[in-house]
């Protein structure tokens, strides 16, 4: 069960359960394809359309698919909102892992967060996730806990803008543009005494649909696997904003909207590779389409070696 850093009564935090409890708002909803063929393990996908607001959570370990467009009065609902950004938030110093739906003209480079540039914050009470709404963190109304969370989200923005400058220098020597990047157990710091194969892997997903994999080296990123790129299936194109990474046990899974489609990339003893992929009309709702993706839980993928 997930900490519950911010100290508040049940009853606040039950504002849009998925599975059970305070009334839930969400619906199963799976009109089109089988989730079973989803072979994912501890994984708990957010799917967004940031062009309608709609919402899905996909849990393949429960075989649950639940909309979160069923109830206006949820913190959660952003069905005629403009347009967010979802991140997600490994918040290391507490252990409860949240999301947070950024408003999309919040820029990370030239301002500190605060409760107006943001919509939601969701994280986990028990196996339910519930979300906070923005206002709960207004100065006059926050607690010195909430104030002190978002100090911490705000850091770990800025921390992710140094790695993400990094990644663009790497990648602009393999004439490659940036478009998204997961870094191995959200490490980010330089230990001389671990070998390139012990290093934080620093997956860089680009613009023209590669994967590239990086360590910190002595004097900056380091490419590893040679002088190979995954090329994820269908792919020629990742537009910035419309995709999503998120780990695995031996690698990540990532989202690209130009594909609708969730590809693993791990290595499982050998060099990284498109293990499998998965286009989301086997499972999800024939009429959804999805723009982002995060997702909570360590994760793992059944497979064959």
Known sequence: MQKNILNLVAGTLCAAFLFSGCGSDSSSDNNNGDISALTVEGKTFLFYDATTGSQYVVDPDSQAINSLDTNESSNFYMLGKQAGSLVYWPDETTGDAKVIMLKEDFSVAEANITHEDFYYLGHFHGADLAAHSADEFAPEAASAAKLATLQRFNTYLQDQEQIKAEIKEAL?????????FYVQDHAHEEDTNATQEEAAVHFALTQSGKVLFYVEGESGLEKIQGQLAVNLSEASTCEVGKSGITSTHAGVYIFLESTQKLYLVDSHGLD??????????????????????????????????
């Open 172 to 180: 602009s020597l393999e004439g490659e543009q940036l478009c998204n």
């Open 272 to 305: 990284y590779h498109e293990h499998s992929a998965w286009h989301l009309d086997e499972f999800m709702p024939s009429d959804f389409h999805a723009t982002q993706m995060i997702a909570f839980g360590d994760g793992d993928s059944e497979h064959e070696d």
